[in-house]
């Protein structure tokens, strides 16, 4: 009887071990799961936090860019209206030395003749020729057209001389051209215009007052 008592317990204790065992098990399966869960809600945390820094960081970015842009734009804009301004301080500095340069064929500069009255500022515009003459590239050209008062060659240089000038030099086809389309056509021998172009000093041998021979025909 005893052996049988003995028997029994042993089979009655066996189950409660063994459930002990699962519990302790599934106690630290459940502590690790939870340790678990504790670790990726912390690197969930984190990858939203790092997240947040990337979006703030792309916002920034943008608005850096934006800056930029319109930086950029400003600069642009400067850049051209420096560009202008110095087109036109350019432009008046040539009108400035060619006025100089003109004003130094004279002893007494003809004001009146190459500029306007003052305007309502008290400026006055000048012009690069005379009022009556005509500026082609970087000369400028006065053609008479006397209806009863007709010069001879002579005559003629004698009076571009008085005007500080000289009988037209013709050094190219578009010159030529110029006058030519600047020119009334006459329909006798007798009339016509004279050029800087002379055999005076040699028959037959037609030289420019400057000099230099005719050599085209």
């Not at 969930?44 to 842009?69: E, V």
């Amino acid at each position: 009887m005893a052996e049988e008592l003995h028997y029994s317990t042993v089979v009655l204790k066996n189950p409660i071990v063994s459930l002990l065992k699962v519990s302790t098990a599934l106690s630290e399966h459940t502590t690790k799961l939870v340790r678990d869960l504790e670790q990726l809600t912390d690197a969930r945390a984190l990858l939203l936090a790092a997240n947040q820094d990337l979006t703030n960081l792309n916002n920034n970015l943008s608005t850096a860019n934006h800056i930029l842009q319109s930086d950029y734009s400003n600069v642009s804009t400067a850049n051209q209206r420096l560009a202008a301004e110095k087109e036109a301080l350019s432009r008046a500095r040539d009108r400035l030395n060619w006025n100089l340069r003109v004003i130094y064929q004279f002893e007494d500069f003809p004001v009146n003749e190459y500029c306007s009255p003052k305007d309502d500022v008290g400026e006055r515009k000048c012009n690069p020729c005379r009022s009556g003459w005509m500026l082609f590239q970087s000369s400028c050209y006065q053609i008479l057209y006397p209806t009863n008062l007709w010069k001879t060659w002579e005559q003629s240089r004698e009076h571009c001389s008085q005007n500080n000038a000289d009988l037209v030099v013709i050094g190219s086809q578009k010159e030529q051209e110029f006058i030519h389309n600047h020119t009334q056509f006459y329909f006798d021998m007798y009339h016509g215009y004279w050029i800087g172009l002379t055999d005076k000093a040699n028959v037959g041998l037609w030289l420019w007052v400057n000099g230099s021979q005719q050599t085209d025909g």
